[in-house]
């Protein structure tokens, strides 16, 4: 049953990431980008799932300070964290996330000591310096409701958060930690407009919802990318065949243990 909830609440998820590994060009693209987009959505294992979403972005953050990279959280709910990374290098050093991360452990919250296996999606999506054709006005439509996260009374009190829908695609995102309207509705035009780049390439090889499916999964088990076995101190990156018995220091920040071998 509990599959069944996460499942249905990942359904109802109005954020997504389009592909961005679905070509050489794109691949490209990455090791190009100065600023993209990462996005960190909970999967399987419930509770201990969205755990390990704060904790893998806290890694992230870390691992992006030590390369001289500025992170920017754009939003931030329980299991779900957007967030644009930049800097020179950034799509090359995150090139290798997207996908299903597992984490096997025994929770933070487990009382009677029982191993569990959790999953995570991450998406990575380059911001193009240059859009052949930008959005049009009457292509988009912005709502506008209160914000959420840390803010203070002024965030309560004024309608902050913005969400930014492309019309003819149905693409939507959703900005609610920026201070002001201004900001969030810049932020999220930005991804908007990104994402609709992205699909619009990606169109020429395959359906968007298909193409999006192979990059992010439903958050099950299968076609993992890398585990993170805390019982045995191992992260073992299924895509790169590497790894490392150093999982708290990964967890630091230091992926370069499992990424440069």
Do not use: W
């Amino acid at each position: 049953k509990e599959r069944e909830n996460v499942k249905e609440e990942q359904e109802q998820r109005e954020v997504s990431l389009a592909p961005s590994l679905a070509s050489r060009k794109e691949i490209r693209s990455f090791f190009d980008a100065s600023e993209i987009i990462v996005e960190l959505q909970f999967g399987e294992g419930g509770q201990d799932s969205k755990i390990f979403v704060d904790e893998l972005f806290a890694a992230y953050l870390k691992y992006a300070q030590s390369l001289g990279l500025k992170a920017e959280l754009l939003h931030g709910s329980e299991g779900h964290i957007i967030a644009k990374i930049m800097g020179n290098g950034a799509g090359r050093a995150f090139r290798h996330e997207p996908g299903k991360h597992c984490v096997q452990r025994i929770p933070p919250t487990e009382t009677k000591g029982r191993k569990q296996t959790s999953m995570i999606s991450v998406a990575v999506l380059p911001i193009p310096k240059k859009v052949e054709k930008p959005l049009m006005d009457s292509e988009v439509e912005i709502t506008t409701t209160k914000g959420t996260g840390p803010g203070g009374q002024h965030r309560n009190k004024t309608e902050s958060a913005v969400r930014a829908k492309h019309i003819p695609t149905g693409i939507t995102v959703f900005i609610g930690n920026g201070r002001d309207q201004h900001s969030n509705k810049r932020e999220a035009i930005s991804i908007l407009t990104a994402r609709v780049y992205e699909l619009r390439k990606s169109q020429a090889e395959s359906e968007y919802g298909a193409s999006r499916q192979a990059q992010m999964g439903g958050g099950g088990r299968s076609d993992k990318v890398r585990t993170y076995n805390f019982m045995e101190s191992r992260v073992v990156d299924h895509r790169l065949g590497t790894k490392t018995s150093n999982v708290k220091a990964v967890m630091k920040g230091q992926f370069d243990l499992i990424l440069k071998q």
